[in-house]
């Protein structure tokens, strides 16, 4: 069995490597590196000034790892202090034309200044290289290095911190609370692993890409919180994200506030992530489509051919042949007018809980007739099985034969249609976030195609794969845990 779940998680991981490397190829090389600047409000500014512009858009060019761009001041110090010394435009541009040949750049010069810069096109395997060289970081008590703290301590100890209550703590390391506990959303938390998914631009501009998805969202959220020697303020710092800050750099204000040189903060938001918010949606939406579902096929499938069974069998149909996006607007349409619920995720914001109601519960009917048929179905086949017939020889009436005996044999396949549930709960959410608008990962997807943020498109695509992935994989796992005739150790079989 360890061995089977071995190459199983060695096969989902090749999967996910796959699927993202395919978009990330299909993304960098496919569309044209200049679209990025489309939705750029700074870049329309600049058109005036072709220097600062053509400075602009290599240093964009370079944050998103197209190319290697070196200013006129580092062009200098790379091609070294000869070139520093009085020559004639002529000797100078022939130092660098050389230095450009010899490493492989690109030698140009800005429109106005006629100053000259470099630039060097990182080829599209090595990109993907550096994307996944990069991509897992972490934290430990020798990761900082800081000359102006010369006694600073390398540990990690449990204890009950003052300002977190009980964490792994850190010393010499970049986060100072390695592991901890809160009410937020997945309530353990880890400082010890991080991904590292790229920049966002021109979305964002500046932010890493994972703090935009697991990071809070909209008005920024002050609390009293008690900081060093019982000093107490109104502050919007998230303490739990506290990063070392060298100690020639801490000023007079963090000092006041922390007693140590983790004074770097992030800030706290009113409202949850894009994924905590995708992740409370899909989860209640699952639950949604197989507390309906479930009821409904063992019902059909025990009044087979009757009126249930047909009235079932007519609403299932229609479910089934109507477009997803009209399925979505016509209950839209039905909530907001019968039930005066919101049609739009931002009229009463995520503290309102009637916004999740529509969002989530059309997620949720969504996936029901998929679970009906296949339910109904396996149900129908199984009332012929000589169980069941020997059950009805004991005496026990069609209640008692489907709800203890055929539903047993029942759970086989709900099992197994679970990460099937789970994968379109994720597909159904990037249409239903989006026609409500709710700031999910689901939202983010399109809107982030739309204004060619390529890094972000990539970071969700990668998570929606892992989620989709492993969901089969937990779902291959509890089907062996349901049916004793399925060995892991024999592959499944």
């Known amino acids: 069995m360890k061995r089977y779940l071995l190459f199983r998680v060695l096969r989902s991981i090749l999967s996910i490597f796959l699927v993202t490397t395919l978009t990330y190829a299909v993304i960098y090389s496919l569309v044209p590196r200049k679209t990025i600047f489309q939705n750029d409000v700074n870049y329309g500014k600049l058109k005036a000034k072709p220097d600062e512009l053509a400075d602009y858009e290599n240093t964009a060019f370079s944050k998103m790892g197209y190319i290697e761009y070196h200013t006129t001041k580092e062009l200098k110090k790379e091609v070294g202090s000869s070139s520093s010394e009085k020559a004639s435009s002529e000797q100078l541009e022939e130092k660098y034309q050389d230095w450009a040949k010899k490493n492989g750049w690109t030698l140009k010069q800005f429109p106005i200044s006629k100053e000259y810069y ?148 992030d800030t706290n938001h009113q409202d949850p992530s894009m994924i905590g918010t995708s992740f409370r949606m899909g989860a209640v939406a699952v639950i949604i489509a197989y507390a309906i579902g479930i009821p409904a096929a063992m019902l059909m499938a025990r009044y087979k051919g009757k009126i249930p069974d047909k009235a079932g069998i007519a609403i299932v149909t229609v479910l089934i042949s109507v477009p997803s996006l009209a399925f979505i607007y016509f209950f839209r ?34 996936s029901v007739s998929g679970i009906v048929i296949w339910l109904r179905r396996y149900m129908i086949d199984q009332q012929s099985s000589d169980y069941v017939k020997f059950a009805k020889a004991k005496g026990l009436n069609a209640k008692e034969i489907a709800r203890k005996h055929i539903f047993k044999n029942a759970a086989i396949p709900i099992v197994n249609g679970i990460p099937g549930s789970i994968i379109g709960a994720i597909a159904g959410a990037t249409i239903t976030e989006t026609v409500f ?57």
């Not at 937020?184 to 890409?209: C, D, E, K, M, R």
């Open 118 to 265: 470099a630039t060097k096109d990182i080829p599209l395997v090595k990109r993907v290289v550096n994307f996944y060289a990069n991509m897992i970081q972490i934290d430990h008590p020798w990761k900082v290095k800081d000359a102006s703290n010369p006694n600073l301590k390398h540990s990690l100890r449990i204890e009950n911190d003052e300002l977190v209550g009980w964490a792994l703590v850190g010393s010499g390391t970049q986060y100072k609370y390695q592991i901890y506990f809160n009410g937020q959303f997945p309530y353990i938390h880890q400082n010890i692993v991080h991904l590292n998914l790229g920049t966002s631009y021109p979305t964002f501009a500046g932010q890493a890409v994972t703090s935009i998805i697991s990071g809070g969202q909209g008005k920024t959220e002050s609390t009293e919180t008690t900081f060093n020697d019982d000093f107490t303020a109104r502050s919007s710092a998230n303490i739990y994200l506290r990063q070392y800050q060298k100690t020639k750099n801490i000023s007079s204000r963090d000092k006041k506030y922390f007693s140590d040189n983790y004074v770097i903060t």
């Open 333 to 366: 349409f039905i909530g907001s007018s019968w039930f005066s619920l919101p049609d739009s995720f931002p009229a009463l914001g995520a503290q309102d809980i009637r916004s999740y109601i529509l969002p989530t519960v059309i997620l949720g009917l969504l």
């Open 437 to 493: 608008a709710a700031p999910g990962m689901g939202k983010m997807l399109p809107d982030a195609i739309i204004t060619h943020n390529n890094p972000l498109v990539i970071a969700i695509v990668f998570v929606f794969t892992t989620v989709s992935v492993f969901s089969i994989l937990a779902g291959d796992i509890a089907m062996a845990l349901v049916d004793p005739r399925i060995k892991l150790s024999s592959g499944g079989k």
